[in-house]
């Protein structure tokens, strides 16, 4: 079975810019959630899709990130426009149970 | 605010060394603790702990959770090189949805 996959692995982008990372969950699972570590803190809780429907988005920084998931599928997570302090990695989990939730590789992205 | 703090930060043995890494935590509506291991990428699920008293194992790994004193513990037995990673716990808040990391330990096994 395939795990949750990220696409890119790394992005480096400049101040301003426009970045879209991608999740593709688990087949079959509908909770999807979105995680991010900045250098030297914690990983912290974005947001939670259930299906196609946002779940909890207390975790989103501000207005400049938005997080789709149409079509109950895989999600985007856009960063417009991007600050110097979104650099970090970007995690992206799913889960069929709640608390169960498998990890993909994380796109590192770093903002210059 | 959900808070969760794991000691040592960070920890060198060598191999075949037994090994204990402890997680606090206080989190608004408790379900479940997870523990997670991560090398390069992807934090790799262990555990996931819901009732006190009730050791997980598998293999040379074991866990187990108290949930009056709001703590868990990891158990490595006879470590081996390919165990060194950072090792997370994440208790899930039921109220959010949402698991809550601490800032990880580090681990490295030396030959």
């Known amino acids: 079975e395939a795990g949750v996959t990220q696409f890119p692995s790394h992005s480096v982008i400049e101040k301003g810019q426009t970045v879209t990372l991608r999740c593709d969950p688990i087949?079959?699972?509908?909770?999807l959630y979105w995680y991010r570590r900045v250098m030297g803190k914690e990983i912290k809780f974005l947001l939670h899709?259930?299906?196609?429907?946002?779940?909890?988005e207390s975790g989103m920084p501000n207005n400049r990130f938005l997080a789709e998931r149409t079509g109950g599928t895989y999600s985007t997570l856009k960063v417009q426009p991007a600050e110097l302090e979104d650099s970090g990695v970007y995690f992206c989990a799913s889960s069929q149970v709640v608390d169960t939730q498998y990890f993909g590789p994380g796109t590192r992205l770093t903002v210059l | 605010e959900d808070k969760v703090v794991q000691s040592p930060l960070s920890l060198v043995v060598h191999e075949g060394d037994t090994v204990t890494l402890n997680c606090s935590y206080e989190?608004?509506?408790?379900?479940?603790l997870l523990w997670y291991k991560q090398e390069k990428k992807a934090p790799t699920f262990l555990f996931m702990l819901t009732s006190s008293g009730i050791e997980k194992k598998s293999g040379r790994l074991s866990s187990i959770l108290d949930k009056k004193e709001l703590f868990s513990i990891l158990n490595i037995t006879a470590t081996q090189t390919g165990d060194s990673a950072v090792y997370l716990c994440?208790?899930?808040?039921?109220?959010?949805?949402?698991?809550?990391f601490g800032g990880g330990t580090r681990l490295m096994v030396k030959p």
């Open positions: 994440a208790p899930f808040d039921n109220a959010g949805n949402m698991l809550t």
């Open positions: 899709f259930v299906k196609e429907s946002k779940q909890d």
């Open positions: 989190v608004t509506n408790f379900r479940s």
């Open positions: 087949s079959g699972h509908d909770n």
